[in-house]
């Protein structure tokens, strides 16, 4: 149980053009879904929270307008990088937890990340 | 300011031998804590947890010790076998309004020769 899954794995792109990345739990309802990007040899940086029917929470430092994130349904949340530019290539790595009251409350199950090179 | 920290960047232990990893944390209010295990190119998949009512929890060939009062929590692995050679990140899941969100530590390659 508890698996998260990310479509593309992979993507290559020009500069510019935007990216959108999906990111499903596919054996149980994520009321929540958080996005992380991480650089080579760092740590996992958390860029925003959604909670399914709501706006995105953003951490600081990160633009809002440029990683938009939409969590439509209980099982499927969204990152589009829009005009992506080089330093937006980086890993990509979603993961969701479940309501209050469940095994997963307390934990965060991850994707297999999203490997993004913007040319 | 780093909230949660994994001072050694790098492990290396025999195989059948003890893995200890070690982590520090900042903030006395984080109340739940995890390590996760993660290989390149791949998302973290989640090993053990502890919540800060609690000092030991095992699991198998895992254990996690937390000691509030020095705001510290590692992570054993015995028998350390090479299959576990990984990136091991703490992470500390925060209280209040920001429950749920998981702070991460810096992580510790862990090696294990046979």
């Known amino acids: 149980g508890a698996v998260v899954s990310q479509h593309p794995s992979r993507v290559i792109c020009k500069s510019g053009t935007s990216v959108k990345i999906e990111c499903r739990s596919l054996?149980?309802?994520?009321?929540?879904m958080f996005w992380y990007r991480q650089f080579p040899k760092q740590s996992l940086m958390l860029m925003a929270t959604?909670?399914?029917?709501?706006?995105?929470?953003?951490e600081q430092g990160v633009e809002k307008d440029k990683f938009l994130i939409n969590h439509a349904s209980l099982t499927l949340s969204t990152l589009t990088v829009t005009s992506a530019h080089p330093e937006d290539s980086s890993f990509y790595i979603c993961?969701?937890?479940?309501?209050?009251?469940?095994?997963?409350?307390?934990?965060?199950?991850f994707g297999p990340g999203t490997r993004l090179t913007v040319l | 300011d780093q909230q949660v920290k994994q001072n050694s960047p790098s492990l290396s232990v025999q195989e059948g031998r003890i893995s200890i990893l070690n982590c520090d944390y900042t903030?006395?209010?984080?109340?739940?804590f995890l390590w996760y295990k993660k290989y390149p190119a791949e998302g973290p998949t989640f090993l053990i947890s502890?919540?800060?009512?609690?000092d030991k929890n095992e699991d198998g060939r895992f254990t996690v010790f937390l000691n509030k009062s020095a705001k510290h929590l590692s992570l054993h692995i015995v028998p350390s076998q090479p299959g576990d050679s990984a990136v091991y990140f703490c992470?500390?899941?925060?209280?209040?309004?920001?429950?749920?969100?998981?702070?991460f530590g810096q992580g510790t390659i862990l090696t294990v020769h046979p």
């Open positions: 993961s969701a937890r479940s309501g209050r009251g469940t095994r997963s409350y307390n934990e965060q199950f």
């Open positions: 054996d149980f309802q994520a009321t929540t």
């Open positions: 959604s909670n399914e029917g709501s706006k995105a929470t953003y």
């Open positions: 903030n006395s209010m984080f109340d739940y």
């Open positions: 502890i919540s800060s009512i609690k």
């Open positions: 992470a500390v899941n925060a209280g209040g309004t920001s429950y749920g969100k998981l702070t």
